[in-house]
């Protein structure tokens, strides 16, 4: 006879912990029986209790259970009701000042690493406004529990799916979209993917805010294509959500972690969604990566432009170039002016940008940054600038080589994650750069990501 009583799951311990740091991640740790323990919304100085859900050869995972003493850097604010569910923004508990001072100080820390760091180099954090509701963008995924349709993140380190029903960080249209298709998804009934059984339709819900004009560009991620449920709930969504101008579906059956897929069908309104950031107005299309925080992004694209202090005669490089945003702010001031970015659909929408603002001194290539580079080295003698915007990996060796040849008289690096920052600064100053000035970013407030953007000057 089979024994009918559930089983009785093992009690968690419970630790006492004085927390004495945040690592990179914004995580709180506290040294514990010879390892590291990491809390999550725990700040330094603070007396926790935190309940252990792994323990690893180095480091003990936890749980925050409950603050014992406050650190006066704690915000009274309570701004997510799932923060501990979700662990999507490490630092929702800290004053936002200390945000930005912690901030700071990771660029400092990553710059002392190689000997790049001298007094007053690195300024204050340039904050962002707003600190709550900044993000334009948001790639949320379906789940479904117990029959409900849940529109969320995966929780950090699963594939657990946290209901997100009113983030503080996404732009409030993001919010208000993501709750009419929940309800809509609901009330028809429309399959969600299954990653175990590899079945289902709606994988992932994408979109795209801009915050100048209040509109918004939706798409939906699906395993297979489906042209009867979801132009139907395309249609629906635009008529509750009047500031939906664009609907598109994307086509993902892949069985990876890959969000976006190679086809994409527009099923209502206009094909591309076009915002302004500072001067320059932009045409984002479905599959395109642009900054999340179009303010800070006009606030850098400005801030290049001016350490740039470019004239008609000057010829610049803009590597990684993206959709155009650096590029095209700088071909304002410049004679000429040459983007390079990996991602071919990228590169069309760096081009279409230029006519769109009548630009008409920029040339965008669609290729390997140190490859493309090394061809035009002869179309750049007497280089102005290059400005660099690479992804978190950093620009890698063999481009820097490159441009060290090319002797440009100032470089611009804009970056997202300071220790690759540090790495390739290291190579740079050693192939005959100066550091100028540093200043961080606050691109993404509540977590422990900072931007930085750095100018070098060549040595005599």
Not at 338 to 353: K, L
Request: hydrophobic letters at 40%; glycine letters at 8%; aromatic letters at 4%.
């Amino acid at each position: 006879m089979k024994n009918s009583q559930k089983k009785i799951q093992p009690r968690r311990e419970t630790l006492k912990l004085t927390i004495d740091s945040l690592d990179n991640e914004g995580i709180g740790t506290a040294a514990h029986e010879g390892k590291i323990a990491l809390v999550q919304g725990a700040l330094p100085g603070e007396t926790v209790l935190a309940e252990v859900e792994h323990v690893g050869r180095t480091h003990i995972f936890t749980r925050l259970k409950r603050v014992l003493r406050n650190a006066q850097d704690r915000t009274s604010q309570q701004h997510c009701a799932i923060e501990q569910n979700c662990l999507g923004c490490p630092l929702l508990c800290m004053k936002y000042p200390a945000q930005l001072t912690f901030k700071q100080r990771r660029v400092e820390q990553a710059l002392a690493g190689p000997g790049l760091l001298r007094d007053g180099l690195v300024v204050a954090t340039l904050a962002s406004e707003p600190a709550l509701g900044y993000r334009a963008s948001a790639k949320l995924v379906f789940g479904r529990k117990r029959e409900k349709v849940l529109i969320g993140l995966y929780q950090r380190g699963t594939h657990e799916v946290v209901d997100c029903p009113d983030c503080p960080v996404h732009h409030p249209l993001i919010n208000r979209i993501a709750a009419v298709v929940r309800d809509e998804v609901q009330r028809q009934g429309i399959s969600i993917y299954n990653a175990r059984h590899r079945n289902g339709l709606l994988r992932y819900l994408l979109v795209r805010i801009s915050p100048v004009g209040g509109k918004a560009m939706v798409t939906f991620v699906s395993n297979f294509r489906d042209l009867q449920q979801l132009p139907k709930l395309g249609k629906w969504l635009m008529r509750k959500v009047p500031e939906v101008i664009s609907v598109h579906q994307n086509v993902n059956g892949s069985t990876g972690n890959v969000i976006i897929g190679q086809e994409t069908l527009k099923l209502h309104g206009t094909p591309d969604l076009i915002d302004r950031v500072g001067d320059i107005r932009l045409r984002i299309a479905p599959e395109a990566f642009f900054q999340v925080n179009t303010s800070q992004a006009a606030r850098i694209y400005a801030l290049v432009r001016k350490w740039a202090g470019l004239t008609r005669k000057d010829t610049v490089v803009d590597l990684y170039c993206g959709i155009g945003g650096i590029a095209l702010h700088l071909a304002q001031d410049a004679g000429r002016v040459f983007g390079i970015e990996y991602v071919p659909e990228a590169v069309r929408n760096a081009a279409d940008n230029a006519r769109l603002n009548t630009l008409e001194n920029c040339r965008f290539i669609a290729g390997d940054a140190a490859e493309e580079l090394e061809k035009l080295a002869e179309q750049l003698p007497g280089l102005q600038l290059a400005t660099l915007n690479p992804p978190r990996k950093g620009c890698g060796e063999e481009l820097l080589q490159v441009l060290s040849k090319l002797r440009p008289a100032r470089i611009i690096y804009v970056s997202c994650d300071p220790d690759s920052l540090a790495r390739d600064l290291a190579q740079l100053t050693t192939a005959g750069y100066s550091l100028e000035k540093v200043q961080p970013v606050d691109m993404f407030p509540q977590t422990a990501h900072i931007e930085t953007v750095v100018l070098l000057k060549r040595n005599s």
